[in-house]
């Protein structure tokens, strides 16, 4: 989690907003070109590199917005396009002779770009990205290669004026007033294709208009144990997929496809001090929002319905996705193409479930199923689609529930070319919480956890339990509490260090009880329950590793970027 968020101004002419002594870089690609000859950065020894490419496969001119936000310590900034296999550096320049350079080169349309270097503390200081320049015009046809340079020694955070100032690069690609089907956007990690730097802490944010969602193609992928590439269904919003070599919580392999339900996506690539690797390379580009079937149930507020009603797929529909609705107050099911007879071959058919109460999690169970045992899979993901977390690989024989952490749930059924048997009938429902919730912690990824109803009012007679887990044994969880308000006389949120409510109690809190509180183990339990009288917000918390010396230090502010 990082707390910041994104303003969007968008402008219909060239206006730069910097101040007036801001350095800019200008490259113009006219009859007598505006740029610098020579790059002088090459003997630096902390050199880092960050590359975009912008093709646009149209027949007209777009003009979109480019920013690239360095760390604090940056030095020796450079700026650079290649374009038919030709490299041009920006040439420094004032805010009038950017004005004149992009006004040309709109006016009689050639290619240009300027680059107005800034800190990543602005966004620590302010709160926000700016994204309401359009700095480049790129013609119909063509593709045009940036790369920002900077020297920078520091590959740790750095404290200025007693605050931690995260030391991350942010790189933003706004289409939002673009012909976006036409654009194709290739990014890649630090320094591609050589190492990525350790301690790495780097987003790119790319916007499309606002009918459009955003895919993306990961080409190329080779990061170590730690290292994470995290993918964002919008603005730090709920998470597409989380991406390393060794932790499948998504689809991560290059060749790998994700697109988001909104019209932007953020992705965030962290490193530890240990190796690093090649990184990635991903083709991000605009397209329709995906097509789907709906299945929607009438929203009653009426006893809960204890029979149930049954959603069938007709046997020809092999491919797709449907979704489904409950309010939580009715138990409904679905069936496999075909149940009880016989599914066919080739089916890649998906359900997506959605609670209407969006502080409710998803219950699943499997009532009746039968499979070819060797090669067909029913699949069930924590999210909105096959990009997130699986849960659970439902086989023949199993009777388990599953549970989501959030109000929707995705399950996938496929099928190979041969053997088939009768299916299956999962019956779902909307529910406060789960019995037994349980929840991952990774290094360099920080989590929020809330209360049903945060930051309104939570429920009478909850009985709600999460199991947080690391599964590195050198991690232990660090759990910190943002914001808790309860009843206090007869509601409380309990901190167990351990795996149940049998083992060590950390903290029992109630309202206006802050704190940082470490396992001792891989295992953090919590349990929040509320009488059936008075009720107030709740609780906001957030979690992650830590290693297990930092337990016996204080617990500092940080905020992640």
């Known amino acids: 989690m990082w707390l910041w968020k994104a303003e969007i101004i968008v402008l219909t002419c060239f206006h730069l907003a910097f101040a007036e002594e801001n350095e800019v870089l200008i490259i113009g690609l006219f009859p007598e070109p505006f740029y610098e000859k020579g790059d002088f950065q090459t003997k630096y020894r902390h ?17 979109i917005g480019f920013h690239a936000y360095l760390p604090d310590k940056a030095d020796k900034k450079s700026f650079s396009l290649r374009f038919q296999g030709k490299l041009f550096y920006g040439k420094k320049g004032n805010k009038d002779t950017a004005q004149e350079v992009m006004k040309r080169a709109v006016s009689e349309d050639h290619n240009a770009a300027i680059y107005i270097p800034r800190s990543i503390s602005d966004v620590y200081n302010n709160g926000q990205f700016q994204a309401d320049e359009n700095t480049i015009h790129i013609k119909g046809g063509h593709e045009l290669i940036f790369e920002v340079k ?24 706004d289409l939002y007033e673009t012909t976006a089907e036409n654009i194709a956007i290739e990014i890649s990690s630090p320094n591609y294709p050589n190492d990525y730097p350790n301690n790495a802490n780097v987003t790119w ?58 019209n932007s996506v953020l992705l965030r690539l962290t490193s530890d001090g240990l190796e690093t690797s090649r990184g990635f390379k991903a083709l991000v580009r605009a397209t329709s929002p995906a097509v789907i079937t709906t299945t929607k149930p009438e929203n009653t507020r ?27 107050h009715q138990q409904l099911t679905f069936s496999s193409p075909g149940y009880p007879i016989s599914y066919p071959n080739n089916v890649d058919y998906s359900w997506r479930i959605v609670s ?6 998803i219950a699943v169970t499997v009532l009746d199923i039968e499979l070819e045992s060797c090669c067909d899979l029913v699949l069930v993901y924590d999210g909105y689609s096959s990009a997130f ?32 048997q009768k299916g299956f009938t999962l019956q779902y429902e909307s529910l406060i919480c789960a019995p037994v919730q349980e929840l991952y912690a990774y290094p360099h990824n920080v989590n929020i956890l809330y209360s049903a109803g945060y930051p309104n009012s939570y429920y009478n007679s909850m009985n709600c339990t999460w199991l947080i887990y690391s599964p590195y044994p050198e991690f232990v969880i660090k759990l910190t509490v943002i914001d808790i308000q309860l009843e206090s006389c007869c509601d409380h949120l309990y901190i167990y260090d351990g795996n149940d409510a049998d083992d060590l109690l950390l903290a029992e809190l109630g309202s206006e009880d802050y704190g940082t509180f470490y396992s001792s183990d891989v295992y953090l339990f919590l349990n929040f329950l509320t009488d059936d009288s008075t009720t107030g917000k709740g609780f906001l918390l957030n979690y992650t590793t830590s290693y297990s010396s930092e337990t016996v230090c204080s617990s500092s502010e940080h905020i992640d970027l």
């Not at 092999?318 to 609705?325: A, D, E, F, I, V």
């Not at 995705?410 to 088939?420: L, P, Q, R």
Request: contains cysteine.
């Open 47 to 63: 050199l880092q590199f960050l590359q975009t490419s912008v093709r646009n496969a149209g027949t007209t001119p777009i003009d």
């Open 389 to 420: 977390t699986l849960l659970a690989n439902l086989g023949n024989n199993s009777t388990k529930t599953v549970f989501s952490s959030k109000n929707y749930i995705f399950i996938n059924f496929v099928t190979d070319i041969s053997v088939t």
């Open 205 to 262: 944010w790319i916007r499309v208009p606002e009918d459009k969602t955003v895919v993306i193609d990961i080409t190329e992928l080779e990061m170590e144990n730690f290292d994470r590439l995290t993918v964002y269904d919008g603005v730090n919003d709920d998470i597409i997929a989380q991406i390393n070599e060794t932790i499948d919580t998504g689809r991560i392999n290059s060749g790998q496809r994700f697109q988001s339900t909104k």
């Open 150 to 173: 900077y020297e920078n020694p520091v590959v740790t955070d750095v404290l200025q004026n007693d605050k931690r100032i995260p030391n991350g690069v942010h790189v933003s690609v």
């Open 302 to 328: 009426t006893k809960k319905v204890t029979s149930t009603t049954v959603v069938d797929i007709p046997s020809s529909a092999c491919r797709g996705t449907t979704n489904l609705y409950t309010d939580g």
């Open 356 to 361: 209407l109460n969006s502080d409710h999690v």
